[in-house]
């Protein structure tokens, strides 16, 4: 075992000061302590994980890549702290110094490469396989603009850049020799060679430089570190100063361009595909380098290329890194001179894809003029696949033309990705149970018809170590005092916390817990919202991006609707509520700005009013982002999961809230179906359509929610109020949009078509039921506990086992 040194420690950090910024400890800054206690802690973990790929190497392990466009990875240097099990030594070194630790953790900027759901799971997925002892890489992209930072600036989100790196990043680490080069445009030539083969030369191409930095990800206490590498492009070409040829000058100064346009910038769409051409950019770009890295890495040690589905496994997170599957085939064909199906087998027991929506806006299409054009040899490629695969539907399918129109990867002048996926792959997986069964029955049927062994679920986990250990420190030592503290690795052992749940006396001590962070998380929106709340209220919270398919509208509508009742009769029996949103929209989102916007509103109204004598707050958390998300859950008693049924994949944030013992009030859709068979239907409150329903309806051209407007009074009144001025007197058209959007279908839409109208009283209900249950405070807290003790198989501890055991197959290397 590699252990912090305290002595070292501690004269490292002085060191470093001085040597970084010429200062002693008592003169230099708090930004200044963190990079000091950051590099000084590296020293160990750089120690850990040379000795980590010393056994790699030497046990000659198979390797899963996880190639993804995001890594959302939060802050890094508390998790190190804990993942290291140096707590105890740090705090004893700060002490000494005169630091304190929280206020050095917050010197760090996130780490935001990442929209949401898919970039965090990824980050999780890392931290469980260095804990389990899975040799792995995280492939993915060092964009130099993460996650735009928000702003809520008069009620509205303002995009900030967030240029992360500004101070420079301390665990990362820069691997100039590992760099590869990738080619972009031009055209192909095919020759012949000296052994009468054809070869394929890409000609006139430009190119880039990707030179990876490597970032450690430190398995839990176990000695093992794995590496996240994200590349990052240079220029391949200095200018050569002596050339006057134009040709050479132009090209150089293209390339130069090239070269710093790839990684500046996350597109922040979620769910969303805009279609724009830097981005296929960006996806070649980092695919191609991490593919022939990992096959020269491969060969380094090995000397047949027919073997490397033995030693290397991709995992594609998404369909964003499917050019995979083509640039591997190209790799083998054109520099390994493989024959096509030599080369096709490798591939397609090396390829796995994971599917992570069904929102049909959010399926890649590149347009094939655009795809040929920058990929001129790997379009070459995807044809051949394309046309062996429809040789296969017709085989299969004689003169059925409509099997060829949905399965087909190239089809009207467009590249279709997830078809391209799936047929390239040996395993295609989807996030939750209910939403793999949607793509074997409805939208991926064909292909699950076609190929069934190859579809399995992996139902989504996070990590308790950041979710629980991290952000909730009071919680966690309670239950390690309670159960001791196997569930950091193992964390079914949660459910011995189910002894405790009758216990009053272990009841209180879990509510008083809860109490602690709500104060926390309240001080946190005084300084930041200048609003109080009252800690006694219910916190109700909603965070996640903001999606219509998530429903932050039918919150806010149902908080507008108890609002008129208590205007109406301030006497009725209400139990204060603090309603808590956070989310950031796509910059170029209209609708989900305005829901922002209206939220605030609402909020600014209600917050002012003193009539209703502060049952209500409504609060916007600024920036949501993983670092303030931690101090939310730890804090929520209500955890608000509302998508229409169907829409959401897994979600993952409403297993953050359970392991914090949150109740969810949610729909039977992603994962809250499976977390509602394991804490029970008594511990959670459930409303609103199946996804069968909602599924049907759509089937049948949506349905009409004219009627309940015109028949629910408490309906129209709220929703008049989005064109009355009622919360934007100076603007009452503002939220004409909102409105309509309810109430008339238009070219592209059906009217309402999240079903908020339809779901809206089963969810009124639905609160009613969380007010009542929170007048019995012991019937509550033992909900809450059991929401804590039930969230054992949300462990993506338990998900990246069940990838190793039916699709990676990798094997566990053993703590020294
Ligand atoms: C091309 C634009 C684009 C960008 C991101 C399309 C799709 C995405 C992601 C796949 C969206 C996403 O993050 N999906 C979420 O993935 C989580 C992890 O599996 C799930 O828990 C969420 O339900 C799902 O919305």
């Known amino acids: 075992m590699i252990e912090l040194n305290k002595k070292e420690f501690k004269e490292n950090i002085i060191e470093y000061l001085k040597l970084f910024y010429r200062k002693n400890i008592d003169e230099a800054t708090n930004q200044q302590l963190f990079h000091a206690i950051a590099y000084s802690l590296k020293n160990t973990i750089i120690e850990q994980w040379m000795a980590t790929h010393k056994t790699y190497e030497e046990k000659d392990v198979k390797t899963v890549y996880y190639l993804s466009m995001e890594f959302l990875m939060g802050r890094a240097l508390g998790n190190n702290i804990i993942n290291l099990k140096a707590e105890k030594v740090v705090r004893e070194v700060l002490d000494e110094l005169g630091i304190d630790l929280e206020d050095i953790e917050e010197e760090e900027t996130d780490p935001a490469l990442g929209n949401g759901g898919l970039g965090r799971l990824a980050a999780c997925f890392l931290d469980s396989l260095s804990t389990l002892g899975y040799p792995a890489y995280g492939c993915g992209i060092r964009y130099k603009y993460g996650m735009f930072k928000q702003k ?8 900030v850049p967030d240029y992360w790196l500004e101070e420079g990043y301390p665990f990362e680490i820069k691997r100039p020799e590992y760099a590869k080069e990738v080619k972009f445009g031009g055209y192909v030539r095919m020759i012949r060679d000296e052994q009468g083969r054809d070869r394929f030369i890409q000609e006139n191409y430009q190119s880039v430089k990707a030179v990876p930095y490597d970032i450690p990800i430190v398995g839990y206490g176990n000695n093992i570190v794995n590496t996240l590498r994200i590349w990052d492009a240079e220029a391949i070409n200095t200018f050569n100063l002596e050339s006057f040829d134009k040709g050479d000058y132009q090209k150089a100064v293209e390339q130069e361009n090239l070269a710093r346009i790839i990684c500046e910038v996350l597109y922040p769409n979620d769910n969303h595909y805009a279609g724009k051409e830097l981005r296929l950019k960006q996806q070649y770009f980092f695919v191609s380098a991490s593919i022939q890295r990992a096959v020269s890495k491969y060969m380094e040690k090995h000397n047949n290329i027919k073997n490397l589905p033995e030693k290397v496994c991709f995992q594609l997170n998404d369909t964003h890194p499917t050019v995979a599957a083509a640039e591997l085939m190209r790799i083998l064909l054109d520099e390994y001179c493989l024959s096509w199906e030599e080369a096709w087998e490798i591939t397609n027991k090396t390829c796995a894809y994971t599917n992570h929506t069904i929102m049909s806006e959010a399926l890649e299409k590149w347009p ?29 399918y004689p003169g059925n033309e409509s099997k060829i129109e949905k399965m087909a990867i190239l089809y009207q002048g467009q590249v279709r990705m997830a078809n391209l996926a799936i047929v390239a792959s040996f395993s295609v997986n989807g996030v939750a149970r209910l939403h793999t069964e949607i793509l074997k029955n409805q939208e991926l049927k064909d292909f699950y018809e076609m190929y069934p062994e190859r579809f399995n679920n992996k139902t989504n986990g996070i990590t308790q170590r950041r979710f629980l250990l991290h952000g909730n420190p009071l919680l966690a030592d309670w239950v390690t005092k309670k159960i001791g503290d196997q569930w950091i690795v193992n964390l079914p052992h949660i459910d011995k916390l189910t002894a405790f749940s009758e216990d009053p006396i272990s009841l209180r001590e879990f509510m008083d817990i809860k109490y602690h962070n709500k104060k926390r998380l309240a001080k946190y929106i005084k300084e930041h919202n200048q609003i109080d709340i009252d800690t006694n209220s219910i916190f109700d919270i909603q965070v996640k991006r903001l999606h219509e398919y998530k429903r932050q509208l039918l ?75 931690e101090l939310l859950f730890a804090a929520a008693d209500v955890s608000e999961q509302i998508s229409t049924a169907s829409k959401e994949a897994s979600g993952t944030g409403n297993m953050k809230f359970m392991l914090n013992g949150a109740i969810t009030i949610g729909t039977m859709d992603g994962a809250n179906v499976e977390i509602v068979e394991e804490v029970g239907l008594e511990n959670a409150f459930i409303f609103g359509l199946s996804s069968d329903e909602v599924i049907n309806y759509e089937k049948n051209g949506g349905y009409n929610p004219q009627d309940i407007y015109h028949n629910d009074l408490g309906i129209k009144e709220v929703l008049d109020q989005l064109i009355n001025g009622f919360y934007t007197p100076e603007k009452p058209n503002l939220f004409k949009n909102i409105y309509d959007s309810l109430l008339y279908s238009n070219g592209y839409e059906k009217a309402d078509p999240y ?47 069940e990838y190793v055991q039916d699709i990676w197959h990798l094997e566990k290397i053993e703590p020294k």
């Open 152 to 159: 809520i600036i008069d009620g509205y989100q303002v995009e």
């Open 755 to 801: 079903f908020i109208l339809k779901d809206f009283r089963t969810y009124e209900a639905a609160q009613k039921r969380v007010a009542e249950a929170y007048l019995d405070k012991e019937r509550w807290a033992k909900s809450a506990l059991l929401n804590t003790a039930k969230c054992g198989k949300f462990s993506s501890d338990r998900t990246i086992e």
């Open 368 to 396: 094939i003029d655009l795809f040929s054009r920058l990929l001129p040899r790997i379009y070459q490629i995807v044809e051949e696949i394309n046309r062996r695969f429809v040789m296969d539907i017709k085989k299969r």
């Open 555 to 629: 919150n806010i509508l149902h908080v507008m609707y108890l609002y008129n009742q208590l205007k109406k009769n301030p006497n009725m029996e209400f139990y204060p509520r603090t309603f808590i949103f956070g989310a950031k929209a796509s910059a170029g989102y209209e609708r989900a700005k305005s829901i922002i916007k209206l939220i605030n509103s609402v909020g600014a109204v209600i917050n002012e009013d003193t009539s209703i004598g502060n049952k209500i707050k409504v609060v916007f958390i600024e920036n949501y982002r993983v670092s303030n998300g």
